[in-house]
């Protein structure tokens, strides 16, 4: 079952959707929200796979609740609105619904996320690789042989991810999400929604705002550690 949580602010749309999704097989909706906070401690309970969500809501948008999001499931947005659709594909969306949703419309969106699902179940079922392992990288017509090891970090560029090793770099098209499951957490940490580090390439670690961190990577390299990520972070080194 593919797991699904709504986000919008107007009842009859969620209510709407919710029905026309109760005709596709295999989709659970576990939760509704109508604002982004309310949706933020749903999908942190929830863990779904899919997020259907408005993109002008009160207080914080659509995009918003996605920059607040570290391990970001599928989503799709659905508006009323045309011009939002360049910059929900550069963000990441799986599909741009305009409302009133069509029904098959709709079906075939479910049909990409589920190939998707597919895929990533696929190339998850072994293991770790391990941080002396070599994997085989292609960047249309480049191809690359590269130690995990030598991987200083991993950067989401929407539905492909950037990957930086010695002083190359290689676009993917791989989700970070994904990469990231087949990376041991022994050595790579989610920094933020947006990057993904090797912590052996660290040279020092800094307090920010919020009780946040700043990594320094080796090149001079500064990350800033989301709020959640740095509590982690602390817990899990001891810091």
Known sequence: MIKVVIIDDERLARVELQNLLSEI????????????????????????????????MPEKSGFELIEELVQVPYFIFTTAYEEYALKAFEVGAVDYLLKPIQAQR?????????????????????????IES???????DKCFFVKVTDIKRIVSEGN???????????????????????????????????????IQYIERIEPYFSNTLVFFLTGNIKIEVSRRQSVIFKDKFGI
Do not use: C, M
């Not at 087949?182 to 933020?192: E, G, H, Q």
């Open 25 to 56: 097989s295999g989709i659970e909706v576990v939760g509704l929200a109508s604002f982004v906070e309310e949706a933020l401690e749903i999908i942190e309970k929830e863990k779904p796979d899919l997020l259907f969500l408005d993109i002008n």
């Open 106 to 130: 709709l079906k075939d969106s479910i049909d990409k996320v589920k190939k998707l699902i597919e895929q990533d179940n696929d190339e998850n079922t072994n293991q770790y690789f391990s």
């Open 134 to 140: 070599r994997i085989f990288i292609r960047d249309n």
């Open 160 to 198: 492909y991810a950037r990957i930086f090793f010695k002083d190359q770099q290689a676009l993917v098209h791989r989700s970070l999400n994904a990469l990231s499951l087949k990376l041991d957490p022994d050595y790579f940490f989610r920094a933020n929604r947006q990057e993904l580090i090797n």
